[in-house]
């Protein structure tokens, strides 16, 4: 929920979900360390320490604005900051519920320590998970949806105030109720490092897996919640039973997993969406259950319980922190995953090595092991044989590349597996085929404005800048870009803005957060504003709301043009863009522009725009032209309420 307010700051995209994850496994580790501290206090100081702390959390959740400027943080440092401010205190505090309960239960009535309780807590967060993109997100609107959870968390309060009574109760009965619980100090051993590293492993693969499912697949909300969903369900399935992991079927799983996790490093895109998804979580299913496994397998007893889940969330925060943040900044492409793979492998294979000590078998595990590693780095060789330039940052991983397409030698721009934009090398430049040729619908709406007046056109997304092509003499272009990496490929390799006789700008940030600042001045209104920043079939939302609508017609002449790009192979737009056209009164052109070639693109351009000059010279060329009207079932996006849940096209 949070995640989703905070994406109109940052223009969208997986990395925000990354950032989010590392917030959540941080907290997490925060919480477990209040628990253990908390423990060490005489029963009612913990009650009324707790019950306070909740209450404050109540009183200021939500009420905060970050109030950051992002000009001495990084965009994933403020994202994390941004939900330190808004809920960093009740959330380690919610993180603890679980630890707490285990051990006042243990406590309170002598028993053992009942571990399947943490399996509960995870049943609830996947309940939680699984219903906000199908129930929640797509039937309440964001202030509602805090509403309603802060009604929760009362709740929550009022029965955490019932169960400290409860407990308070039951040690008056037997006379203990001042004592202080068991004390003891962490120690630092074999034994909590592997719990660290099992923990880490496991939260690597998760960040990663989830990286490179935004890499090569539409990075919606619910393929991010994919994963997480499997990393709960290994939790709650481990800690319920627990299994032996030191078997020949694990064995096999775990070389399964290596194999085929090489394989969709490197050629996971050639896959369809399906295929992908499958294999990705397959193999996520396997790292994460052996990991979880193997912590069960080594739990302790209830005198270092918390100490336990410490570990595992120090872990937890660790793997996350280096998937999230430092391998972005350190690795120029995505080569956390096959790092979380091998250092999975690695904790599965020590001890059977150890154990096996100097056999045959050792020394056979020993050598899979090193094979793996050699055969990455090989095969990483000849997959970026082709590349010019690659750059990684929180935007995401791009690169540009050199191919042959039959007789053509073409350079492309490409993110995951999208290609962003091309270029023909040799003497065709003239041939190319992209998204932005004369038969696309933004070529034919500028040319038919260009017959009326100079061009003064904005353009949110800059790819490879082959817009400019489009303008000539007199006219005036200014690109909006999100990725500083972006803008440095389409100036160094293609040279579409080089070439360019217009008047060309380039603003670097978010397309929507420039315009505004431009709303603000007494800039010319501009004839045309396109919109086409759709990475990997993203959909940016905060660029298709209401709100953002708004403010495209306050940037746009009386007589000027809206034109998106909506092009996409999983989600239909039409309603959302429809709305919107129904709403400001203004009639919708579409243009759909189909191919079979290699050396081109299909793609899909609508049209906003109340000109009947501008229609009339359209009308000719359109495959479709919508009309005002009083439709229903269409999808009204605002800032506040907006799903892709309801838009999904049923073939994958």
Sequence with gaps: MQTKALLPLFGGGASIWSASLCFFQSALLLGYIYAHLLARLPFNKQAITHMSLLFVALLITFNFNAGIDASFLSPALLVIANLIVQIGLVFVLLSATSVLLQRWYSEVYNKAVPYSWYSFS??????????????????????????????????????????????HKQLKQTGTAGSHFVRYQVKLNAKTVYWVALSAASSMCLVATTQMISTNIPPMPLIWLMPLVLYLVTYIFCFTLRTNTANMYWLAAMLFAMIAGQMMYFVGGQLNTLAQLVMYNLILIICCGFCHARLR?????????????????????????????????????????????????????????KHYQFSVKSLALSTCSLSIVMSFIWLNSLFNQFNIDTARNFYGYVAVKDIKTGHLAERRLVD???????????????????????????AETLKAIKQIEPLNIGVIGLGVGAMAKLVGDNDTITFYEINPAVY??????????????????????????????????????????????????????????????????????????????????????????TAHANRLNKPLMVFDYQTNSATEFASKWVVLTKNTTLMAKLAVTADKIIKPSNRQNLAMWSDDKNSVMPLLKLGI
């Design 297 to 353: 397998q080594s739990a302790p007893e209830k005198l270092r319980m918390t100490e336990f889940y410490m570990c595992i969330a120090f872990g937890g925060a660790l793997g996350s922190i280096f998937a999230s943040l430092v391998a972005p900044n350190l690795f120029t492409q995505l080569w956390e995953y096959p790092i979380a793979l091998i250092l999975t492998f690695l904790l599965f294979i020590t001890p059977l090595i």
């Design 122 to 167: 995870n049943s609830g967060s996947l309940l939680a998970l699984l219903t906000y993109p199908l129930l929640i997100e797509a039937n309440f609107a964001l202030s509602q949806q805090k509403q309603l959870w802060l009604i929760t968390l009362m709740l929550l309060a009022c029965g955490f105030a019932a169960l400290l009574f409860s407990l």
């Design 488 to 577: 440095r490929m389409a100036t160094q390799h293609f040279s579409y803005l080089q070439n360019s006789q217009a008047t060309l700008n380039i603003e670097l940030g978010d397309g929507r957060l420039l315009l505004a600042k431009e709303a603000k001045t007494e800039l010319p209104l501009r004839n045309a504003i396109v919109i086409d920043a759709f990475t990997s079939d993203v959909i940016p939302t905060h660029l298709l709301t209401h709100e953002a609508f708004n403010l495209y017609w306050q940037r746009l002449s009386e007589k000027g043009a809206l034109i998106l790009h909506i092009s996409n192979n999983h989600i239909d737009l039409m309603p959302v863009i």
């Design 416 to 442: 995951g597996t999208t290609v962003h934009g091309s270029e023909l090398l040799g003497r065709n430049l003239a041939g190319s085929k992209d998204y932005y040729h004369a038969s696309t619908g933004v």
